[in-house]
């Protein structure tokens, strides 16, 4: 009797260990209260400042050789590539290893198989890694990742805490907030008898995720989002920001990410985007990077739509042609320091950046004088001077291409440099912030991204407010970030109605840059991108597919409904139809 209860325990505990090894008995757990990460100030004397100091002496003295990571296995290829400081280009401040087509399906392989458990896995289990991850860049992390950006990235100290500290903090905290409300959206109705619920299943596939140089938050958040909701990621980080890519992937590793969740694969883009586009089980493509580059990867599987699965959901932030556009009620000061930070913070290399500016011909003497002056206090300097408010831009490509633009003002008779102009790639890639008067509203530097710090400076009728609001919105093929400068309450409404698809963020007294998670989600339309609002829900909604679930408590004990019977019989079948209905 006792073998024979042996077996049952045994077979039974197989069929459990086969069947619901993916499930846990626990109460529903809580995520904790969700705040942005507090800035910190790196005063004088500050413990940060002291911290930042040495980390950026340890990042300057060293230059890790960074491998593939496919799988949790750190892979070499034996091809190098290497990310030279911008503010000293002479200085590799990173090698890494390329990744060949044979990488990139390893990475997918590998990626397909961890999702198994990645998925099922219990989801506060899955949160509490992210929520990790955020607590060790909040503290132990925070200088290392700064260091990495600003002498990677060309960031100063401000700008590195912006963006390595707080803003990847905020991703990964606030992914993990939304991640739980969109798990608690259920059907509002049940009737009796019927249990009606949603499962928030992630996608079948892979995510591609190809992030740019400019912002390591955005580096971070691209793979981590779509992993937050289930997912798993292929990551291919550019080459001009790897030591930054590369530090944030280690945080998350030591905070317990299983292997091959989010794999680490720097490669020649035409390679990664050939490999992941022809993959059968691509079910999303995160990406922010050029215009040009997205629309290149969305013909690229509008080419392949019959070949996948399932058809992948495309989220991209792209371009941007921002502006400030003042209404002759504006408070000037308000005006000329907002466009100081919009336009020359970290080089006008944010997405966001502030890049033509319309103000009114009654003002414009005004604005233009002192708007002249404080770009006379900017200093350009190296990011280890703490002093620097601009350092230098990203690669030689970007400066060259920035020049190319500054010279056409120059050549151009309808254009007036105001300030600035100069550039000097002989140490690293610096160049002035620059003031551009034009009188041609469809001048090249009105109309075309320019990604460096270079603002251009329309004059306007005010008697034609509303029509120069018009042509502002006409100007550009984009719609990212616009800002409205007015006391008057008429004039901001007006601008509200007429710019309502010029921009996806519209800051009203504002600067155009510096949106914040939590706050206000990122992302434009036209094209800037698919508009889906990063540091938001809605970003994390486009990495699940719901499934919708039905589960009646009660049989069914005839299929017939009371209509179809006879006079006769019908009282009798409507009173037994009603029992189990």
Known sequence: MSSLWNFAVRHTRLLFNRNFSNFSIRAKAKVPPIHNEPFLDYAVGSPERINLRKALEKVSSECPHIPLVINGKEVKTGQIGKQQRPDKHQQTICEFEYADHENVEAAIRGAL????????????????????AADLLSTQYRAEACAAVMLGQGKTVWQAEIDAAVETIDFWRFGCKFAEEIYNIQPPENVKGVWNRAEHRPLEGFVAAITPFNFVAIAANLPSSPAIMGNVAVWKPTESAMLGAWTMFNILREAGLPDGVIQFVPAKASDFAKQVTHSEHLGGLHF???????EELQKKIAQNMSHYRSYPRVVGETGGKNF??????????????????????YQGQKC??????????????????????????????????????????????SFDKIQSYIQKAKESSSCKILFGGRCDKSVGYFIEPTIIETTDPDFVTMKEEIFGPVVTVYAYDP???????ELADSS?????????????????SKAEEVLRNSAGNFYINDKCTGSIVGQQPFGGSRKSGTNDKSGSASNLMRW??????KESFIPLKDY????????QANEEVAKAHSEFA
């Open 113 to 132: 198989k961890a999702k198994k458990h990645w998925e099922t896995m219990p989801i506060d289990e899955r949160l509490s890694i992210f929520l990790k």
């Open 288 to 294: 922010t990077g050029s215009t040009a580059v997205f």
């Open 324 to 345: 400030h556009f003042v209404h002759e009620s504006a408070d000037i000061e308000n005006v000329v320091h907002n466009t100081i930070r919009g336009a020359f913070e």
């Open 352 to 397: 966001s950046a502030t890049s033509r500016m319309y103000v009114p011909n009654n003002l414009w003497p005004s604005i233009r004088e002192r708007l002249v002056a404080e770009a006379k206090t900017i200093k350009v300097g190296s990011p280890v001077d703490f002093t620097s408010f601009m350092t230098a831009v990203i690669h030689e490509r």
């Open 463 to 469: 008697k034609h407010y509303v029509e120069t609001l």
């Open 476 to 492: 550009s093929k984009y719609g990212l970030t616009a800002s409205i400068f007015a006391k008057d309450r008429d004039a901001i």
């Open 544 to 549: 699940v597919s719901v499934r919708s679930i």
């Open 560 to 567: 017939r409904y009371p209509h179809m019977v006879s006079d």
